[in-house]
């Protein structure tokens, strides 16, 4: 598999999550979205390889960004205190580490649509 391949599986697999919101995508995926509805978009980029300790397996380290969407702040928080509790510290293979970075409140817009930005850093085994 590929971290593309993964990591949609990991961001589309909470049950809680896609309750929440009407849909969860790539990060180009969200240009026509329904601005009074709640959804993710996500981005992720390599930034960083490293070598196990018995040299046999490499693993690259991945910036991954996640941004919900809401015309709720309400909404905006419980979508966001749902994915925080699902990716802290997430731990299964492939995924080796999930870790937050940061966690930023977007800009409002002209649209009357709220934000949140998530950070994390994986370490995803190749």
Do not use: C, W
């Amino acid at each position: 598999m590929s971290f593309r391949t993964d990591i949609y599986t990991l961001m589309n697999a909470d049950s809680a999550i896609n309750a929440l919101v009407n849909s969860i995508n790539f990060l180009q995926a969200h240009d026509n979205k329904d601005l009074k509805s709640n959804y993710i978009v996500y981005n992720n980029e390599a930034i960083d390889e490293i070598s196990s300790f018995d040299a046999y397996q490499e693993h690259t380290i991945y910036k991954h960004e996640i941004i919900i969407f809401s015309d709720s702040t309400v909404d905006l928080d419980n979508i966001t205190e749902a994915v925080r509790t699902y990716l802290d510290n997430y731990e299964t293979t492939p995924f080796l580490d999930v870790r937050l970075i940061s966690d930023e409140p977007g800009s409002e817009g002209e649209k009357e649509q709220f934000s949140n930005i998530l950070e994390y850093r994986i370490i995803y085994k190749n």
